[in-house]
């Protein structure tokens, strides 16, 4: 028998490959077919990090009016609003779902940037479409929370969704049971499990005790994982929550993994049915402190208070400035991760017009901060990337502020406190998310003269508004920063956590 060629081997090889692709087709097809079709429909994936079975809807059916509305005993919380159980006809329906940003915080919802996006919708589609949108923000709500009233809200028909999450991670103490990375078994059983063919097979047959172990939490670890509260229980909602922030609390190790789970989810749960927009948060840079700073506890008593010696000197008014720029370095040598020093060396290198270093400097001082209020880049870089991955519109609120900042470092011009915007900021929000709805179509492209009309909407609803609720806003602004300061008054019973297991 003669040698085989190397055209032999290569239709030898082709061969075997379409043979493969052959045997693959149909299992491939299938798996489309389903994913269009959205079969089967399975309930959610729990969330394997903390226990949420305590979370109630957002939305209850009103008898009377036969309306669906956020009760009153949410209104702690979240503001009044209400929706027609069956969409009308030629209605556009909106929901803006996060945190206190998107409540509109520390005013409320009537100049948030959900309603100056419902009066740039409006005037970009006309009269003969109705636009509401439906503000879910709610205070200090977290992304695990969200998640349960994204899930609940895909039952409404929306037509959009635009979610503003990522500052309120840190809020709620919880425990996470034996967390680590899951291994590349883990991810390919993940990844296998997700395949529709294999969803519709698991319909029938059931779930394998082995993948079932491998893609959930096991009953033990159910039993000790931490149970959230109905509603958020905020550690600075307590006198002394600022105490209990430490640095080196081995629970803020899992967070971005858990946020950028909650997010995953999120984006699944939209995939197909309905346009999602999403929104890398900013927050206050130049112009807000660390919330708390510590040193740094692993480090020696002696290295403790050398950095305590040169830190003192570094923010003595009586030390010449170069004494204390050589203090500020040599105290970030022994502790290059202070909140604070970071945030002093923003300053001085603002001073000497540095601003680039000046911006990181600044950056790294949120990113240290013992209490965690504003969203930490681990947490802003996870929403850039899920929304390039899967093809989302991403508002890049960090960005579009910077640019129209002083030095290209966000403060006071934007924001009223460390992250909420001020009316311009919201303003501004409300109308990046209406380019974004033309750009990626998910509105028709309107008239030349729609900004004429949106400015008619717009003068029509500020001047609706009274004083007195621009005077609550700054009441609320006041209450707030005391909040931030650990100051607030409740006290809790018996000095427990809000979560046990």
């Known amino acids: 028998m003669g040698r085989k060629t190397r055209s032999d081997r290569k239709y030898g090889w082709r061969s075997r ?14 798996e489309i077919l389903l994913r269009a079709a959205g ?6 994936p729990a969330d394997p990090f903390v226990d949420l079975h305590n979370l109630r809807p ?22 009044p609003a209400e929706l027609d159980a069956t969409k009308p006809p030629s209605t556009f329906r909106v929901f803006a779902l996060g945190g206190s940003t998107t409540q509109g915080e520390p005013y409320s919802t009537e100049t948030a940037f959900p309603e100056f996006l419902r009066l740039n919708l409006q005037a970009a589609v006309g009269s003969d479409i109705k636009v509401e949108v439906i503000n879910c923000g709610g205070l200090s709500y977290a992304s695990y929370r969200v998640l349960a009233i994204l899930r609940e809200i895909l039952n409404y ?7 503003y999450t990522g500052h309120n991670e840190f809020l709620e103490h919880r425990t996470y049971v034996d967390f680590r990375e899951p291994t590349l078994k883990n991810r390919l059983i993940s990844q296998l499990v997700n395949l529709r063919t294999v969803q519709l097979a698991r319909s029938f047959v059931g779930t394998p005790q082995s993948v079932r172990s491998e893609s959930r939490p096991s009953g033990e670890e159910q039993q000790q994982q931490t ?8 550690l600075l909602d307590y006198q002394g929550g600022l105490a209990d922030y430490q640095r080196g609390d081995a ?7 858990h946020f950028r789970w909650n997010l995953e989810q999120m984006i699944v749960a939209c995939r197909a049915k309905v346009p999602l927009i999403l929104i890398k948060p900013v927050a206050n840079l130049l112009d807000c402190p660390p919330m708390k700073y510590e040193v740094d506890p692993k480090l020696s008593t002696d290295e403790q208070q050398a950095f305590e010696n040169h830190w003192a000197l570094a923010r003595d008014p009586a030390t010449d400035a170069e004494s204390r720029a050589q203090n500020l370095e040599l105290a970030l040598t022994i502790d290059p991760e202070h909140a604070g020093a970071n945030y002093l060396l923003g300053m001085q290198q603002a001073d000497a017009d540095q601003w680039e270093q000046a911006r990181e400097s600044f950056r790294r001082a949120k990113d240290f901060d013992v209490c965690p209020l504003r969203a930490p880049t681990s947490i802003a870089e996870s929403i850039t990337e899920l929304a390039e991955k899967n093809g989302l519109p991403l508002l890049d609120a ?3 502020f910077s640019d129209r900042s002083e030095h290209g470092i966000v403060g006071n011009r934007w924001l009223v406190d460390h992250i909420h915007p001020n009316l311009d900021g919201h303003l501004l929000l409300g109308e990046e998310i209406a380019q974004l709805c033309i750009k990626h179509a998910i509105i028709a492209e309107p008239a030349e003269d729609w900004e004429t009309r949106r400015a008619a909407l717009y003068e029509a609803h500020l001047r609706s508004l009274s004083e007195a609720y621009f005077q609550r806003g700054k009441q609320r602004l006041a209450g707030l920063l005391l909040w931030t300061q650990g100051r607030a008054k409740k006290i809790r019973e018996h000095q427990e956590h809000q979560s046990t297991p």
């Not at 692709?21 to 491939?28: A, D, I, K, R, T």
């Not at 079969?39 to 959610?44: N, S």
């Open 17 to 30: 490959t379409l043979a493969i692709f052959m045997g693959l087709f149909p299992f491939l097809a299938l």
């Open 39 to 44: 079969i089967p429909t399975l309930k959610p």
């Open 58 to 79: 957002l939305f209850s059916l009103n008898p009377t009016s036969r309306k669906l509305e956020i009760s009153q005993e949410r209104m702690q919380l979240f503001r």
């Open 157 to 163: 028909d929306p037509d959009l969704i635009v979610l």
């Open 227 to 234: 149970r959230l509260k109905s509603e958020v229980d905020a």
């Open 251 to 257: 629970w803020f190790e899992p967070i971005p993994a």
């Open 398 to 400: 960090e960005a579009l």
